[in-house]
């Protein structure tokens, strides 16, 4: 029974040190990056509020879904609004034909009307490995002590079509919901779906 | 006249329609035959031709991108299959990987021609429109473009010929993953994600995963020779608990469906099976069919008390235990040959056998009318009496296990299944826990009679009792009774579901529904107590009819080669199994103990999301 017992916790032990990726329930690992307006931004400053990270690339067909339908503009005012700092980070390699200059891509954000506390520039797309960031959009939601909460799709209808904006599941509104009423997210994880990060 | 020859020439030459061009893609339908045939299937494709250096993508796109999908658009009463996937490329885009193809791709869809064809296309022409509208998305390592396009493909009805395109579908035909037949596979956790083993061993191999979120798509799969190392998802979505997917060697391209050991019960290792089986045997002493038994026992300590020495009750209680140990090794080892020899079987196959049940009724109605008073074997009053006190410790322990089978305690399921998917040497392990789990209680008390101090002195009490242990016993008898008359066929088994084929679960797959499977047996108590006390509520039957899943129930009160393959792809050798199959996904198990809440949260969760 006592080597039973040894398996069992053994088993626990081997559970809770493998995980090698950036997970829900995991902390959020933490980056200092410059936004649009040259300012600097750093992720454990924000301790104490919900956080919401949002890979973007204006190019991207999946992310222009979100914003031509005012899908991902509604949300970030939505939840700025309610004391939950977005920020927006485009991960895109310096030197990749789709790199924004902090210039242009203030301008589409702007262009957009989108309302993030903070559009930023991942020039050597560090931090989006570092988060395992794969696609555009890639969401992540972070608790005020900094733990993950959600990490993954921003809705269930993976296309590119913006009429299924209206009838998705949103997956980061879910998440937010849930845990702005103090209640665990009843779904952390999700397969992204987009577009590759151009790393 | 002209215009006829015209269509004739048109239509009857080659069953084609004007591809739609983009930028980076020609998309065209094709058709294997000149013409549609009533009742027949008609083979057609949708060819893509790619710009140099662009892709599309595979039903699993990998880290990003979106498979190609058709929206079909057919003449009444006809329909079309699931696109059959050709074998994807690994498309490396920096440190990330999709699965797609590039230059040419053709995608089969088996369009099913209905018997009263020839009277439904009333178009002037006698053909057949059969429009789609498709979406793929096309990429290359910088950029990602969704494009679209409705194509139509006109067939003439009607006895038709080879195409001019014949002989592209019989290739892309032969090239498409194929069943693996004659190839073993053996799935194992590890730390780094899961040990694929394959036998016989090819000189290559790499896997294409159908389900998002398993693996780490653009890791490198180790091959060793003998086993391929998979690396797990670094953002894993659910468990990594089947292999499923593609296995493509230097050879060919084969569709898998490996469970990963231990995982049933979602966690992993023998360990854990060998633990679980022996909370389970513990937990078969509270069973309905063996508590009686073991009570009547018990009780017969209490009744001799002081009479007993200790080193007989010590003898007792040890040969007792060596007997419920050699009859669950014996079945370890009759299973394990059985399995051997090729035979489908699974826990509970003793029960399939209708004689082995008349018996079992027969010695439960015995025991049963012995409680009640009805008649007497003895003192000890209990089955089996035989003079030496030896021999009948070590009897009650191989009858506890036979009593014992049709009562799978919870936690045994996915144990047993563990066990009977690997190897004799794990088969040997499981069992001996299981055993150990089942024997302990009654040991401990030989060990310790003084603990029966707890019970009431002897007295009328006991006989009372034992009157009282005689309900559960009738009960069993009534129905073991009902379980042999549908096993002879004397009565028909209730079922207002469909009847389980793996061919239905794959034609439903393909006509994009899903469809919920109730695995049971009419002989499996746990099956019983699911389907009276949830399956069948208002609230739930309600849910089930109203959840748009087609239910079909696999009844394995008798043997039945496909139901005990269905359980084996599901990693499980035993019923109860409820799985919920959903096109394009791991099928979904539910716990072997339902409740109406979590059928009702499977349910939420099954609604189909139009793509």
């Known amino acids: 029974m006592k080597r039973f017992l040894l398996l069992f916790l053994g088993f626990l032990f081997i559970n809770s040190t493998t995980v090698l990726a950036v997970n829900p329930g995991q902390p959020a690992p933490d ?3 410059t936004d649009v307006s040259g300012k600097t931004v750093k992720l454990s400053d924000q301790k104490g509020k919900f956080v919401v990270l949002e890979w973007v690339n204006p190019d991207c067909p999946y992310v222009q879904k979100h914003y031509n339908s005012a899908n991902m503009q509604n949300l970030q005012k939505e939840y700025g609004g309610r004391q939950v700092v977005w920020l927006t980070i485009n991960s895109t390699r310096e030197g990749h034909s789709e790199f924004k200059s902090p210039q242009q891509m203030g301008g589409w954000m702007k262009e957009k009307g989108a309302a993030p506390a903070a559009t930023l520039l991942d020039r050597d797309s560090k931090v989006g490995k570092s988060y395992g960031a794969v696609t555009t959009p890639h969401m992540y939601v972070i608790d005020p002590k900094g733990s993950l909460v959600y990490v993954g799709a921003i809705d269930d209808k993976r296309s590119t079509n913006v009429a299924d904006v209206k009838t998705a599941k949103n997956y980061v509104r879910i998440a937010l919901e849930e845990s702005l009423a103090g209640k665990p997210v009843s779904t952390a994880s999700t397969s992204p779906y987009g577009c590759t990060v151009k790393y | 006249m002209v215009f006829r020859f015209l269509f004739l020439f048109l239509f009857l030459g080659a069953a084609a329609a004007a591809p739609v061009k983009t930028d980076l893609v020609e998309a065209e339908l094709l058709a294997e035959r000149t ?8 083979t057609v494709a ?26 079909w658009k057919l003449p009444a009463g006809w329909s079309a299959g699931a696109i059959q996937w050709p074998t994807p490329r690994r498309l490396p885009a920096g440190p990330l990987m999709n699965f797609g193809y590039e230059n040419e791709v053709l995608h089969l869809i088996d369009i099913a021609v209905p018997q009263n064809a020839a009277g439904v296309p009333a178009n002037a022409t006698g053909t057949a429109r059969l429009a789609a509208h498709a979406t793929w998305l096309v990429c290359n390592p910088e950029r990602c473009i969704p ?61 294409f995963p159908f389900a998002q979120g398993k693996i780490h798509n653009a890791g490198p799969q180790a091959w060793d020779g003998k086993v391929l190392a998979i690396p797990k998802a670094l ?12 296995l493509v060697t230097d050879k060919e391209s084969v569709e898998i469906d490996v469970p990963v050991a231990g995982t049933a019960a979602g966690l992993s290792g023998l360990g854990l099976a060998a633990l679980f089986a022996f909370i389970g045997g513990l937990i078969l002493n509270l069973m309905p069919c063996v508590l009686p038994v073991l009570s009547i026992k018990i009780l017969g300590f209490a009744q001799q008390g002081g009479t007993l020495d200790r080193g007989a009750l010590r003898r007792h209680g040890v040969l007792y235990a060596l007997g419920v140990m050699v009859s669950f090794l014996a079945f370890a080892a009759l299973l394990v040959v059985l399995q051997s020899l090729g035979n489908a079987i699974g826990w509970g196959f003793q029960l399939q056998s209708s004689v082995f049940v008349a018996l079992l009724a027969l010695l439960f109605l015995v025991l049963a009318l012995n409680l009640s008073g009805v008649f007497e074997f003895g003192t000890l009053g209990y089955l089996p009496r035989v003079e030496n006190p030896n021999a009948e410790a070590f009897l009650t322990g191989v009858l506890a296990v036979a009593v014992a089978s049709p009562c799978t305690a919870p936690f045994m399921g996915a144990a047993l299944g563990y066990a009977l998917a690997g190897g004799p040497a794990d088969a040997l392990v499981v069992f001996t826990a299981l055993g150990a789990g089942m024997a302990l209680p009654y040991l401990a008390l030989a060990w310790n009679p003084q603990w029966l101090r707890w019970l009431p002195r002897p007295g009328a009490w006991m006989i009372r009792f034992r009157q009282f242990l005689a309900i559960p016993l009738y009960a069993t008898v009534l129905w073991l009774g009902w379980v042999l008359a549908l096993q002879t066929g004397l009565l028909a088994g209730p ?15 393909k006509q994009g529904k899903s469809v919920f499977v109730d695995y049971t047996a009419a002989w499996c108590v746990t099956c019983q107590v699911n389907k009276q006390l949830v399956l069948s509520r208002p609230d739930v039957e309600q849910a089930l009819r109203g959840s748009g899943l087609v239910l079909l129930r696999a009844d394995w009160t008798r043997r039945d080669e496909e139901i005990t393959r ?20 791991e099928p979904e198990l539910l716990p072997e103990i339902l409740t ?14 139009p793509k």
């Open chain 2, 35 to 42: 013409a549609a045939e009533p009742g027949k299937t008609l």
């Open chain 2, 495 to 509: 079922s207002d579901w469909e009847k389980f084929s793996l061919e239905k679960i794959q034609q439903y797959e």
């Open chain 2, 147 to 207: 494009e679209e396009g409705d194509l139509v493909l006109e067939v003439p009805v009607g006895a038709g010929a080879a195409s001019e395109h014949a002989a592209a579908f019989a290739r892309t035909r032969a090239a498409l993953p194929a069943k693996a037949l004659g190839m073993r596979f053996a799935a194992t956790h590890t730390e780094a994600g899961v040990a694929l083993e394959i036998d016989p061993a090819p000189r290559a191999a790499i896997y």
């Open chain 2, 46 to 71: 949708l060819r893509l031709k790619i710009a140099p250096e662009w892709h599309t993508y595979w039903r699993n796109p990998g880290d990003s991108g979106e498979p190609t999908a058709l929206r």
């Open chain 1, 31 to 33: 980056f200092t990056l």
């Open chain 2, 596 to 609: 109406r809440d979590t059928v009702l949260a499977a349910l939420g969760t099954s609604k189909e999301s």
């Open chain 2, 566 to 585: 269905a359980l084996a792809a599901l990693g499980r050798k035993g019923v109860p199994v409820y799985a919920i199959y959903r096109p394009g996904q």
């Open chain 2, 235 to 246: 953002q894993p979505v659910g468990a990594f608990n089947r292999v499923a997917g593609l």
